[in-house]
């Protein structure tokens, strides 16, 4: 006898079909909203603003995994700054049981288990950065250095657990923008982290996470370079940092079940910069601070 699939199965997969085609839409809605990348292991820049976006509970890999997010953050205006705004904080995301997913932090793409670690490749939007203030974005203090718009980026995760703790490395491109040099270059970024849970009990669980940012030349000038244009306008001496270290920063995650569907969470990060983005004349302050506070529904 043939068995014909239940109606509240054809309306899951209806449901999952409807998210699929507006998350593209949602993820660039997202850009202006959404504070930070997925987690400590994520590909977040000099525009990163340090706070853990939280996307719910763990499900296993052959299940559909559906998550919202939305909560309140304060953190610095730009890397460097020191003026910081609240702001809000948005999330949303999908992965299929074969490992492809669409979510506001890594954009589109696929995850796999390989050699004992979880390997990430994906497409997304790049952060950027406004030469003024424009709600919680920006900062009047870059006037005349021009915006830096958001661009398609690529990049690839991998985790792998050693004892307690996860290891990370994540590498991320992101694509010309237009023939502005000063903002619109091609460049590459690279983070290290390494995170542990320290706690997990009646009182939910606290996670403590290390991670280290380098980039190439290119990324360096774009977030933290002054050409001569951009010192003309703004009235910043020139300056032409080389590739490197960018800034490390320590992080903690507590996060508080309160159904099987609902959870509550708080991050905080801690972030300096070092070397030359620490010496550009745009940073106001090498200690960058943030904290936020969310809910998330995970499906």
């Not at 309140?72 to 997913?101: H, K, M, N, T, W």
Request: charged content about 20%; overall charge positive.
């Amino acid at each position: 006898m043939k068995r014909y699939p239940s109606i509240s199965s054809m309306r899951r997969r209806v449901g999952a079909a409807y998210l699929l085609a507006s998350l593209p839409t949602l993820s660039c809605a997202a850009g202006g909203l959404q504070v930070a990348d997925n987690s400590v292991y994520g590909s977040r820049g000099a525009s990163g603003r340090g706070i853990e976006v939280s996307t719910g509970a763990e499900k296993p890999a052959d299940q559909w995994k559906f998550y919202g997010t939305l909560g309140v953050g304060y953190a610095p205006r730009y890397s460097g700054s020191d003026e910081s705004s609240a702001l809000p904080i948005f999330g949303l995301g999908i992965r299929s049981p074969g490992g492809f997913f669409l979510d506001t932090a890594h954009g589109l793409g696929w995850e796999t288990e390989a050699l004992s670690s979880t390997f990430r490749f994906y497409l997304a939007p790049s952060a950027s950065r406004k030469d003024h203030k424009k709600g919680s974005e920006g900062s009047n203090q870059l006037r005349g250095m021009g915006d830096i718009k958001s661009r398609a980026q690529i990049g690839m995760d991998a985790e792998t657990q050693l004892g307690p703790v996860t290891l990370s490395a994540t590498v991320a491109h992101a694509f010309k923008k237009g023939d502005d040099r000063d903002v619109g270059s091609a460049y590459t970024l690279f983070n290290l982290g390494a995170s542990a849970t320290v706690y997990e009990g009646t009182a939910g669980s606290l996670s403590l996470g290390l991670t280290g940012t380098f980039g190439d030349g290119n990324y360096m000038r774009t977030w933290y370079g002054v050409s001569d244009r951009q010192s003309a306008r703004s009235g910043y001496r020139r300056y032409r940092p080389k590739g490197g270290l960018e800034s490390l920063g320590l992080g903690a995650t507590w996060a508080l079940p309160l159904s099987k569907e609902w959870s509550w969470s708080v991050a905080a990060e801690a972030r300096r910069l070092y070397g030359d983005a620490a010496d550009s004349p745009i940073v106001k302050d090498r200690n960058q601070y943030s904290i936020g506070t969310m809910i998330t529904y995970t499906y």
